[in-house]
């Protein structure tokens, strides 16, 4: 019985082994022939467009660990609006083939899934959605002439001496600065603490400029507290501290799950000051297991709000809730309009997807500098030639588990 | 007197045998080399697995060199990857920094190796004095401790380089930037704290590789096989018998666990220097556990085992993409089986039948020889 019970378990192990194998192994054989057409420029265009030809956009991010929220957020915002795209004929009459990778937020396995989609076949790359990974992407991308626009990766390092990346969201230091403005503006005199996590690159940028840009505002930093990412379980010091500090507003530039204990262990000792967020915030009404009356009256600086009126985002948030069942946050966001500044772009410059990835990296270089763009997240987004999108950041409250614009709150 | 030729004759025969596993790990190493190298110059390789060579590489370094301590030593090791972290670094500082007075990639990427190993060695040094005294899982916890200290040292370093030299500042209490380096305008950051090394040059290459792969077989194989290397496994067995016979404990150790950090140390340069952005989060607990579990499934003290446990186990991820959300699911359930399958003593049994007669009188042999 043992030795039968030792044979099939080995058997079972083999069969993933080879499943395993066969799968990696067949996008590589399939798209064989597509290959040569991409490395040899001059003949690509020459290739006629084969039946059913579609561009190969690729997608990277977390799906899986800790940062899971972003990465799927992004994913389908950008399937939703891949499939508007392709119901509505297409770009240019050509379909959409969108595949999205896990790389659960590690710039290793985030490099392997940008290998893995370049061998099938990708012509232009959405993401990676988080910071660091992006970091490592962005020089191969850089190498291999793909264009990549990320939708989330906020650091000035990813964009910086690389003319073919480019950023959908704010920068770092814009963020810490608009953060610092706003509440300069609407709450001026505030005594503001500040708690970041210092082994983070996101997290210590936009503390770094909101700090830097204190001095200018009418705002006194009266406490700075740290942690670590492995250490994010107990807050209770630096809110004691910030408490006793006399803060009146706390500074949160972190992602959201340390947040989360922030905001249940302030309520547990009874102190309340105004948290301000960024958008690692987003991310926090759809936290499982959250009370969201803890996070009532969090203010977030994001260019997305799901409860604006307007058209496309009432038609954004209606498909997101119907196919996801939550609502869209800043990223979901973010994923659909790179789908649909790519579309504009590579409608602006008539792109084929027998082009190779080379061709469509320069001319989207040239439409994304010249340019403007529509979208969800902001109207009359403009890029410049050094990859950073100018557009208004805006302050919302979360109010009975949503989002809503500081006004509409009253 | 006649028993000591006997007991010659017997080692002699014992060290053809253990040549021959030796010999044949290199060869294997050298076959699978030229073979992924045709392959790759060929063009017949997927960039996904071409991308995967020189950190398949690394993790083998990792795993054999971590052989050495947890397998050959035989003291458990939780913190391999905080001397993976030291020589990424110092590696990464070493080969940015010389980018203007040595031209070439390859020598800056070998000094950079050397530094990265001599740090490690160094940091080795310091951890393995006070540590080594420790036994089982106190040793264990203090390694761990070891790796965390690694990484928040790391993150509050902040190093660039001008044509005044290396500029260093620690970073304790979060108040100072890049721009406190006070560089020209020529200079490069080479590490900014938190965000750790970004903006490498991404030097390293799988020949690179593969060599740091064959000296760390040569430097541990031979160790292992050394006067040495048998004083070693004779603590590993029995501390009190061989510290009766006049064995240094306390050398042996930090001879295994020094040589083990460095080569740690060379394996974290070449990988650090693989990647344009590595932050210190990366050698985290988990990627110690990591070489553990290569190590584990490998067999401990198996060097062999070692390298295609680390190649097989890196690959896999990857290689399951096709299973999308259930990726590191099945990845988990195939390390489960594969540990329940390698200890099943009916399954290696039954594989090892063919090679029965062999394996009689290899056992036989160590009997007689503890008659």
Redesign the interface.
């Known amino acids: 019985m043992?030795?039968f019970f030792?044979?099939a378990?080995?058997l079972?192990?083999c069969v993933?082994?080879m499943?395993?194998?066969?799968?990696?192994?067949?996008p590589?054989e399939a798209d064989n022939p597509s290959e040569p057409a991409e490395s040899s420029e001059p003949s690509g265009g020459d290739e006629p467009a084969a039946e059913g030809a579609a561009f190969k956009f690729g997608g990277v991010g977390p799906?899986?660990g800790e940062n899971a929220i972003y990465g799927n957020a992004v994913r389908n915002g950008a399937q939703i609006a891949v499939d508007e795209i392709n119901e509505a004929g297409g770009i240019n009459g050509y379909q959409v083939d969108f595949s999205f990778?896990?790389d659960?937020s590690?710039?290793?396995?985030s490099?392997?899934?940008y290998?893995?989609l370049?061998?099938s076949g990708m012509q232009v790359l959405v993401g990676p959605v988080t910071t660091?990974p992006a970091?490592?992407v962005?020089?191969?991308v850089n190498q291999d002439r793909v264009f990549m626009l990320t939708p989330s990766a906020s650091?000035l390092?990813v964009v910086t001496?690389k003319d073919n990346v480019f950023q959908l969201c704010f920068t770092d230091p814009n963020q810490g600065m608009g953060s610092a403005t706003y509440i300069g503006t609407n709450m001026p005199g505030s005594k503001v603490a500040v708690i970041y996590r210092?082994?983070?690159?996101y997290?210590?940028?936009i503390r770094?400029t909101f700090v830097a840009e204190c001095e200018n505002q009418d705002l006194e930093i009266v406490y700075?507290g740290?942690f670590?990412?492995?250490g994010a379980s107990d807050f209770s010091v630096q809110l004691t501290d910030a408490q006793s500090a006399g803060a009146d507003v706390v500074f949160l530039p972190i992602y959201y799950q340390p947040a989360s204990i922030i905001f249940a262990q302030a309520d547990a000792m009874g102190y309340e000051p105004t948290f301000f967020g960024v958008d690692g915030m987003d991310g926090i009404l759809t936290l499982k297991n959250f009370d969201m009356s803890l996070a009532e009256g969090v203010m977030v600086l994001t260019p997305f709000s799901a409860d604006a009126t307007d058209e496309r985002t009432v038609n954004f948030v209606t498909k997101y809730s119907e196919q996801f069942g939550e609502t869209p946050n800043q990223f979901a966001a973010d994923g659909y309009d790179c789908i649909y500044a790519l579309k504009q772009a590579m409608e602006n410059a008539g792109c084929t997807p027998d082009m190779s990835a080379e061709d469509i990296c320069d001319a989207m270089i040239e439409q994304f500098t010249t340019m403007s763009f529509d979208g969800l997240t902001g109207s009359g987004l403009t890029w410049g030639t050094d990859g950073t999108v100018s557009k208004m950041p805006m302050a919302v409250v979360i109010h009975d588990g949503a989002y809503v614009s500081v006004e509409n709150a009253g | 007197m006649g028993k000591m030729i006997k007991l010659g004759k017997k080692r002699s025969v014992n060290l053809t045998k253990t040549r021959v596993v030796d010999f044949s790990t290199y060869l294997g190493v050298v076959l699978a080399f030229l073979i992924v190298d045709a392959m790759l110059r060929g063009g017949m390789l997927s960039r996904s697995f071409s991308g995967q060579l020189i950190p398949i590489c690394c993790y083998i370094v990792m795993a054999v060199s971590l052989n050495l301590t947890v397998g050959i030593l035989g003291e458990l090791s939780l913190g391999h990857a905080g001397f993976m972290s030291v020589g990424a670094f110092s590696g990464i500082v070493a080969a940015m920094s010389l980018q203007g007075s040595i031209p070439s990639e390859p020598a800056r990427l070998a000094i950079a190796l050397v530094v990265g190993a001599a740090c490690a060695a160094v940091a080795g040094v310091i951890v393995g004095v006070p540590v080594l005294r420790l036994r089982g899982d106190y040793l264990a916890i203090v390694t761990l401790a070891f790796g965390e200290i690694i990484k928040e040292l790391i993150n509050c370093l902040i190093i660039g380089h001008d044509e005044n030299g290396l500029h260093v500042i620690f970073n304790f209490n979060s108040s100072k930037t890049v721009s406190d380096l006070g560089l020209t305008e020529n200079g490069i950051e080479i590490i900014k704290g938190a965000q750790g090394a970004t903006g490498t040059q991404m030097i390293s290459t799988f020949t690179a590789g593969f060599i740091l792969v064959m000296i760390t077989l040569v430097v541990v194989l031979n160790l292992v096989r050394s006067r040495s290397g048998r004083a070693i496994m004779a603590i590993r067995d029995n501390r009190i018998a061989a510290e009766s016979v006049g064995i240094n404990a306390t050398k042996y150790k930090m001879m295994a666990f020094v040589t083990s950090a460095a080569l740690a140390g060379a394996a974290g340069a070449l990988y650090g220097l693989n990647f344009s952005n590595l932050t210190s989060a990366k050698f985290n607990f988990n990627t110690s556990i990591l070489v553990l579990v290569f190590v584990v499934l490998g067999g401990l003290g198996n060097i062999w085992g070692s390298i295609i446990a680390a190649t097989v186990l890196t690959i896999l991820p990857e290689a399951l993409r096709g299973f999308d959300d259930y990726r590191m699911l099945i990845y988990a359930i195939v390390l489960i089986l594969v540990m329940l399958a390698t200890n099943n003593s009916r399954l290696k049994a039954l594989l090892a039948r063919p090679f029965a007669s062999l394996r009689a009188r290899a056992a036989a042999r160590p009997g007689k020889e503890a008659q």
Do not use: F, R
């Not at chain 1, 499943?19 to 067949?26: D, I, K, L, R």
């Not at chain 1, 590690?106 to 396995?109: A, I, L, P, Q, V």
């Open positions: 043992k030795k030792s044979l378990m080995a079972l192990m993933c082994l499943a395993g194998c066969g799968q990696s192994e067949e590589a799906l899986t990778e896990d659960v590690d710039g290793e396995s490099v392997n899934a290998n893995n370049m061998d660091g970091l490592s962005s020089t191969l650091s390092d001496g210092n082994d983070d690159i997290s210590t940028g770094d700075e740290t670590t990412g492995e």
